[in-house]
């Protein structure tokens, strides 16, 4: 069966960088993209951006770019998002998705909370 | 940039049909989808591509896309339906956007 398995919660420093990880199983990795959603605490669903996993080409969201990188490792089947300079206001709940291409998202991770406080 | 708007809430009672509209420009000639959202847990999907309803969805869960608004409805709700629904739609400019969200209510 098709799983996404996200690494843990974080907590970090305004100005610091995280990094998600989101190993998939059940399925052929390349064949498929993966688009990272965020939830701050309390609000709805935000695209953050989106990566194939057979070429490596990405597509960030425009409020994001220049601080998020999105890349993958084909030979382990995991994705991986790094957000750069954080703000108290990317504090929220990371997931990862398999996305089917302009379409729509099948399989979710099970979220990674990314706390950032002084 | 394109936005789509939903009610905030929807209050239904057990057994009957629930509604939630996903308002966008031209939302008809693109494809809407839809996720089930309940607390503490990832999204998932309940309907794509306007109509299509993914393996395990139960059979109340339908979904209808014309004009410029998108329709989930639940019919027969039943209590687990109690979630918070967000509609989605991918546009050439910005790619991917999700709706506002609408939390439906079962009393």
């Known amino acids: 069966q098709v799983q996404l398995v996200q690494s843990g919660a974080e907590v970090k420093k305004p100005g610091a960088s995280v990094k998600v990880s989101c190993k998939a199983s059940?399925?052929?990795?390349?064949?498929?993209?993966i688009s990272w959603v965020r939830q701050a605490p309390g609000q709805g669903l935000e695209w953050m951006g989106w990566?194939?996993?057979?070429?490596?080409?990405?597509n960030y969201a425009q409020k994001l770019q220049g601080r998020v990188t999105m890349t993958t490792d084909t030979s382990t089947s995991t994705a991986y998002m790094e957000l750069r300079s954080l703000r108290s206001d990317d504090t929220a709940v990371y997931y990862c998705a398999r996305d089917l291409g302009e379409l729509h998202f099948d399989y979710w991770g099970q979220g990674t909370l990314v706390t950032v406080s002084s | 940039s394109y936005e789509l708007t939903q009610p905030p809430s929807v209050s239904v009672s057990p057994g009957q049909t629930a509604s939630i509209t996903c308002s966008g420009d031209?939302?008809?000639?693109?494809?809407a989808c839809w996720y089930q959202q309940k607390p503490g847990q990832s999204p998932v999907l309940v309907i794509y591509?306007?109509?299509k309803r993914p393996s395990g969805i139960p059979e109340r869960f339908s979904g209808s896309n014309s004009g410029n608004t998108a329709t989930l409805t639940i019919s027969g709700t039943q209590a687990m339906d109690e979630a918070d629904y967000y509609c989605q739609a991918w546009d050439s400019s910005i790619s991917y956007v999700f709706g506002t969200g609408t939390k439906v209510t079962v009393l």
């Open positions: 031209k939302l008809g000639d693109k494809y």
């Open positions: 990566i194939s996993a057979y070429n490596g080409n990405t």
């Open positions: 591509q306007d109509s």
């Open positions: 059940g399925y052929t990795f390349t064949s498929y993209g």
